[in-house]
């Protein structure tokens, strides 16, 4: 088994659509991360969980609702997107934050388009 | 504020050596990290220095100057397996990752 594995890989959606992305990590991390990555520009972080619970919120728009049940899964809930929001989303996990050599493993992204 | 540069593209040869540079301006510093992204796939770590000085990892080196708020990637012996995208990070005070837009690296026969 691979550490990170996102579903699903591919995701084409409407504006009213509600779907969820999701990503379970089998590395026996305590963080887990959500990346929105955008053709050339940088990572950005959406959401950061320790222990399954929220520390960080980077000002991201309510129509993403992150979830994460247990320190294995975690998902994103998505409901009334924009065209912008068409973009790879990436998971990732760690050991446990606050550490300086704290490697983040990631997962191979959903692809995801806004129609 | 917070800032990361690399170069958009670089092209090299198979066979040769290319060095990938990354300059950081974060809010404090717990290190720097190099990782490689395949087309497609998912970003795989390659490398943390958060001392000066380079770290060699077999054909892949990195280097760090602290005072400087730089750091490089230096690939050697370079394969067309290399082709890839590299993505420079400096974690920040809040051990928070600060990530630069990533260098395309393509390597010609």
């Known amino acids: 088994e691979t550490g990170v594995t996102q579903t699903p890989r591919h995701l084409v959606m409407g504006m009213t659509n509600k779907k969820s992305l999701k990503c379970e990590q089998h590395l026996g991390h305590n963080a887990m991360y959500w990346y929105k990555q955008s053709a050339k520009k940088p990572l950005e972080l959406m959401f950061v969980y320790s222990l399954e619970e929220r520390v960080e919120n980077n000002s991201v728009p309510s129509r993403f609702s992150p979830e994460c049940p247990n320190s294995s899964h975690l998902f994103l809930h998505l409901h009334t997107l924009q065209p912008e929001d068409s973009a790879l989303y990436l998971c990732?996990?760690?050991?446990?934050?606050?550490?300086?050599?704290?490697?983040?493993?990631f997962g191979a992204g959903t692809r995801l388009s806004v129609l | 504020g917070q800032n990361i540069d690399q170069p958009t593209e670089m092209t090299a040869t198979e066979g040769a050596i290319v060095q990938i540079n990354c300059t950081y301006q974060t809010s404090g510093f717990n290190g720097l990290f190099w990782y490689q992204q395949h087309a497609g796939e998912a970003p795989t770590f390659l490398s943390y220095n958060v001392l000066d000085g380079l770290e060699e990892k077999g054909r892949f080196s990195s280097f760090l100057s602290r005072s400087k708020g730089y750091s490089y990637l230096l690939l050697k012996e370079l394969q067309m397996k290399d082709s890839a995208s590299y993505l420079c990070a400096s974690m920040d005070s809040n051990y928070q990752l600060i990530w630069g837009a990533g260098t395309k690296l393509i390597i010609k026969p």
């Open positions: 990732a996990s760690s050991q446990e934050i606050g550490t300086g050599s704290d490697i983040q493993y």
